[in-house]
């Protein structure tokens, strides 16, 4: 992740005076940093990951940054057997930087788990500059095209598309 989607993540964070974030994506733990240091002291990151070695080391890179452990919530799994155990309405951010094959699906779950004013952001929309290439392109690229086509074309989205890092496209829930 780049510095500046780092600091675009928490500007986003603070923005919405995020308590409860869901993370699809836990990588190392760079962008929950980001997205801790951005939401309210008393704010819950939950982050998910297939891959439990990952979320070992952003256990130890949350708690290395001065977290205490009660601000992280880390969920096994892939997200789309994670996201539909998650309440309602019950996010002021989702943060989505997963498989890109299912992006369209994390766009679904997010408009059922973001409260009114709430936000979904993902990450590496631009895929190296592939979206906006007109020759052929790998199925991951084609998802990410139809992705920035629902969310512009959605009337319960507000949508804009930042260029920081590899692309964070951003909407808030009407």
């Not at 940054?65 to 789309?80: D, E, K, T």
């Not at 779950?109 to 929309?125: C, H, I």
Request: net charge negative; proline share 6%; glycine share 10%.
């Amino acid at each position: 992740m780049s510095p500046g989607t780092g600091a675009a993540l928490r500007l986003l964070a603070a923005s919405v005076d995020a308590k409860a974030v869901a993370e699809i994506g836990t990588g190392t733990g760079v962008s929950g940093i980001h997205l801790l240091h951005g939401m309210r002291p008393d704010g819950v990151l939950t982050t998910v990951d297939p891959e439990p070695e990952h979320q070992q080391f952003a256990r130890q890179a949350f708690r290395a940054s001065g977290f205490a452990s009660n601000r992280a919530r880390f969920i096994p799994g892939r997200a789309l057997d994670v996201l539909p155990r998650l309440a309602d309405a019950g996010y002021d951010l989702l943060f989505c930087d997963g498989d890109r094959l299912e992006v369209l699906d994390y766009l679904a779950e997010s408009l059922r788990l973001l409260r009114p004013g709430g936000l979904v952001a993902f990450e590496g929309v631009f895929a190296n500059g592939r979206t906006v290439d007109s020759g052929p392109q790998p199925t991951e690229v084609l998802r990410l095209r139809e992705l920035l086509r629902a969310v512009r074309e959605s009337q319960e989205l507000v949508p804009s598309l930042l260029p920081v890092g590899d692309g964070l496209l951003c909407a808030v829930k009407r």
